[in-house]
């Protein structure tokens, strides 16, 4: 079971403090000098104030099978797609998967529902699920399965009941390594704006959603929900974080995206073909900086050739990095990658800082499967924005906060870690982790953290 079953009360179970990011190299720790103070600060209280994120989801379980080209056809489905499918076409997938036993595995999944449990297994923090849950869950049903597979530190005590099914995702992929989805969405976008918990919003130190809330039919309000959450969240200065599900949706209508970037998002993470489709930009460092003049920090994955970070500091906050200058579609982009992302309008001078990683150790010998990688990654960035806000909420004389970045850790030490959780989520089956990264990874050393 990934991360042990969930108990009905994640705050009560949580651990009295939050794991940092980046604690497995303690030297490598952003900015280096000031970790003693942290800890000395945090030791001397006998009870640091806990925090959490808040995240609203469509609550999917992954049906992942290995399939052949000629049955995506046949079934109209589109390769590297997420497309909505009737109920009928739903039970006719189903039985032939079934028929000609071509499923692997069924766990919990969604984009939002897989980071919030990421996020939780990696910081040990709690994580408000803002979705719907079956109102009988009968033992063996997907619902039990979903609830059984999510981290305990996910707190599920606000899921609002509904009398349907929960959503399946098909998740078939072809030999090409390719993952294709197939949504049979039950009442997974059944939430509602009352669901959502105002004062859970504006105490938390981020709200994430996918896209494809977007796709919402009339009649389901996770659309309007979503809505309603951003609108609270930006009363309360809580960074509203994005994730584009895929391509496809994003190039549907990109002006309706940069339009809604541009009005509610404070971080985007996207994978480079959802960029390119938002940007019309191929390159992902080129996408990253025409993004940012919709949101503050962009965070975008590039598969084999590894991630990139984008973002703003003051020019009087800026760092130098210590690694080689890097020049790409941006010259010596990474000059500043040791700085600290801001929001543009809490620089007096906005300076654009790019960071780059290539996967860790040069990516997995072997890849059990991509899906949710991403998802991991973003789960990362998430675990640095807390920290930085869990910090500030206990030590609100550090240094650190007497200016206000969106993270604890510097672009450069983030897109390590992110990395660093993608390549533990490539190299198992399921995208949730069954647990947290080691303490410390000294034998990695070498081939990593000191590169
Ligand atoms: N084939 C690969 N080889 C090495 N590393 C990889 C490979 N695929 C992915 N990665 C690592 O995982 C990270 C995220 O991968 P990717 O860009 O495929 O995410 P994604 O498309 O958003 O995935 P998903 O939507 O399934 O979450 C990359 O930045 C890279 O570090
Ligand atoms: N929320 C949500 N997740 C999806 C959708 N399509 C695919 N995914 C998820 O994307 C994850 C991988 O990023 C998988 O675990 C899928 O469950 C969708 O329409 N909505």
Known sequence: MAGGANGMDAAASADPEMKFPGQRKHKHYFPVDARDLRAKELSAMSRPQRT???GIAQTLVDIEAHVDDELLARHNLVKGNSLLISDEAAHILYAELKQRALIKEEHAGGTIGNTLHNFATLSDERAV??????KQIEIGSYAYKYLSYTSSKVDVNQLQPVDGPIGRCFTLITPCGER?????KGAMDKLEPASIKPELIKTAGALVFASYLMRSADGDNIDQAALRAMAVAHEANVPVVLTLGTRFL???DPQFWRDFIAEHVT??????EEAEALTGESDPLKASEIALQWCDMVLCTAGPEGLYMAGYCDSAELRETEHELRSGSIGEFNQYEFSRPMRQQDCVDPVKVYSYIAPYLGGPVEILNTNGAGDGALAAVLHDMAANRYHKVNVPSSCKHSVSALTYSSFSQICKYANRVSYEVLIQHSPRLSRGLPEREESL?????DR
């Open 129 to 134: 699920l803002f979705a719907v849950m079956e």
């Open 250 to 252: 994003i190039e549907q």
């Open 180 to 184: 294709s989805f197939a949504i049979s």
């Open 52 to 54: 959490h994120i808040c």
């Open 445 to 449: 050393e070498e081939g990593y953290w």
């Open 267 to 272: 971080v985007l993470a996207m994978n480079e």
